[in-house]
């Protein structure tokens, strides 16, 4: 079992398109992207304890919160936006990979490690996206945009290894 719903690459026919950014935006396309936790769970015994089994997390865009300003479309802004995309993506991927190593004595402590792990995990991928596009000046910063560009690729080379704590 693994992530589903990622490793594709956006269009811009996923977006809405808006007339102008919302009040205080600074942004000419935003990417939400929500990360599930597993619908479905086994748990299996673990010597004598207990894990998690046969699950996928499940990465998906929010139409509501997809959208680009009429006009404002280009090519560097939609790779701006792949990034966001591809840090829900990688964040899913070690989602994942923290709670198929979670280990407890009794089904409740597991769902509460479980519960800890999703968590631990939004307030990574919030702060990630965050400092993405602070650093990057939201695509318009041209060197930083690349540096990231080129974090994200490794990682997602890496067996979509975990992208560094922000």
């Given at each position: 079992?693994?992530?589903?719903?990622?490793?594709?690459?956006?269009?811009?026919?996923?977006?809405?398109?808006?007339?102008?950014?919302?009040?205080?935006?600074?942004?000419?396309?935003?990417?939400?992207?929500?990360?599930?936790?597993?619908?479905?769970?086994?748990?299996?015994?673990?010597?004598?304890?207990?894990?998690?089994?046969?699950?996928?997390?499940?990465?998906?865009?929010?139409?509501?919160?997809?959208?680009?300003?009429?006009?404002?479309?280009?090519?560097?802004?939609?790779?701006?936006?792949?990034?966001?995309?591809?840090?829900?993506?990688?964040?899913?991927?070690?989602?994942?990979?923290?709670?198929?190593?979670?280990?407890?004595?009794?089904?409740?402590?597991?769902?509460?490690?479980?519960?800890?792990?999703?968590?631990?995990?939004?307030?990574?991928?919030?702060?990630?996206?965050?400092?993405?596009?602070?650093?990057?000046?939201?695509?318009?910063?041209?060197?930083e945009q690349t540096r990231w560009n080129n974090l994200i690729s490794?990682c997602i080379r890496n067996n979509n290894a975990a992208l560094p704590?922000?």
């Open positions: 079992m693994g992530v589903t719903g990622w490793r594709t690459t956006l269009a811009w026919t996923q977006f809405r398109t808006v007339q102008n950014a919302p009040a205080g935006v600074n942004e000419d396309a935003q990417t939400e992207a929500a990360i599930e936790a597993p619908a479905q769970v086994s748990i299996q015994p673990d010597g004598s304890q207990l894990k998690l089994a046969n699950f996928n997390v499940r990465v998906r865009i929010v139409p509501i919160g997809t959208w680009v300003v009429r006009g404002k479309s280009s090519a560097s802004l939609l790779t701006h936006e792949q990034g966001h995309w591809d840090i829900a993506g990688l964040s899913a991927h070690e989602y994942h990979r923290a709670l198929a190593a979670l280990r407890a004595a009794d089904r409740d402590s597991l769902a509460q490690q479980a519960a800890d792990a999703l968590q631990s995990n939004q307030t990574k991928v919030d702060a990630l996206q965050v400092k993405y596009d602070r650093e990057t000046n939201n695509s318009r910063n041209a060197s490794a704590d922000p």
